[in-house]
């Protein structure tokens, strides 16, 4: 957008401008829902009883009559201060990691306040002087690899953007549908349990999960029987055949050109190695590679261990291995 304006205004202006716009957004949909998610949140703290009344009278019991574990005695107030005191010296070892953790966490929340707080001054700078930091970077390119660098670069800000702006879109859409399916199931907290599930989408298979876990615990919990246990179910569903046969080919597409399978071992491999990061990461990531493996492919189908003596021209015209019928069939 920054770009478009500037051809009718200075890049300083478009910049405000985008600014001004992308706060009046912010603010007209922060008036919009958070009146509505602090009904929600209200609505959450008056209900914490009876969830925990119904795990410990009704969840717990289940799980101990299924599986003959003793869970409610590790409960007992009476028990846990006896154990206690039978292992007050391991314990005050945990109680001193536990007191790390938290002071540890502490300084993080702190340090992630003051990175929102610098967000919005980098990406005016970042705005202000992108084409300046591209044209310092592109000098710096060997001129012989320059053409190939500014493709690769291209090609993975395509991939890249389109498959942003596309599961953003999914993800307001699918927050959307979620909500109002749960409303009408007639959940308390079905708007509330939409608009999470539809942020958590972006970390696939996340969101449908916290439709289950979320939706199906409140449904139990308020009515206790199948019958709205199972227009979760009915909710989950409709919503998985909208994104897969609806949302994500219109607006997501193939921009990411990654396998199914490779989506989810890019997506376990990024959450094993880097945690809830990784899982974030794991998809741009993995598309920003599968550029860098077409070109790779390229450049070998046109090298001459691939090709040998035959010509390039003919490598590009030859059918496909096991025959040219294929696209016929």
Do not use: C
């Amino acid at each position: 957008m920054v770009d478009r304006l500037e051809r009718r205004m200075s890049r300083n202006s478009a910049v405000v401008l985008v600014f001004a716009v992308m706060i009046l957004v912010l603010l007209l949909a922060a008036v919009l829902l958070v009146p509505l998610l602090e009904s929600q949140v209200m609505i959450l703290v008056d209900s914490l009883p009876g969830y925990r009344d119904w795990f410990v009278q009704t969840a717990l019991p289940w799980i101990e009559r299924r599986t003959g574990l003793q869970i409610l005695a590790w409960l007992d107030p009476q028990h846990l201060f006896q154990l206690i005191r039978e292992h007050w010296q391991g314990a005050g070892g945990i109680v001193a990691v536990m007191l790390g953790y938290v002071s540890r966490s502490g300084f993080a929340l702190v340090t992630w306040l003051a990175n929102i707080a610098l967000l919005p001054v980098l990406t005016f700078f970042f705005l202000r002087d992108w084409d300046l930091i591209v044209s310092k970077v592109a000098a710096l390119i060997p001129r012989d690899h320059y053409a190939t660098v500014r493709r690769l670069a291209l090609e993975a800000n395509e991939v890249l953007g389109g498959f942003l702006r596309g599961q953003l879109l999914v993800m307001l859409m699918l927050g959307i549908l979620y909500a109002l399916g749960l409303w009408l199931v007639g959940l308390k907290l079905g708007i509330l349990i939409g608009v999470v599930a539809g942020l958590l989408t972006f970390v696939p298979y996340l969101g449908p999960a916290a439709i289950i876990l979320f939706g199906g615990i409140a449904a139990l919990v308020q009515f206790g029987d199948w019958q709205h246990l199972a227009g979760v179910g009915i909710v989950f569903g409709v919503g998985q055949v909208v994104e897969s046969f609806l949302l994500t080919p219109v607006l997501v597409g193939d921009r990411i050109g990654l396998h199914p399978m490779v989506v989810i071992f890019a997506v376990m491999a990024g959450g094993t190695l880097f945690g809830f990061l990784g899982m974030l990461l794991a998809l741009p990531v993995a598309a920003v590679i599968n550029v860098l493996l077409r070109y790779a492919q390229e450049r070998y189908r046109h090298s001459r261990l691939y090709a040998g003596d035959t010509p390039a021209i003919l490598l590009d015209a030859a059918p496909p291995p096991g025959g040219g019928d294929q696209d016929a069939g």
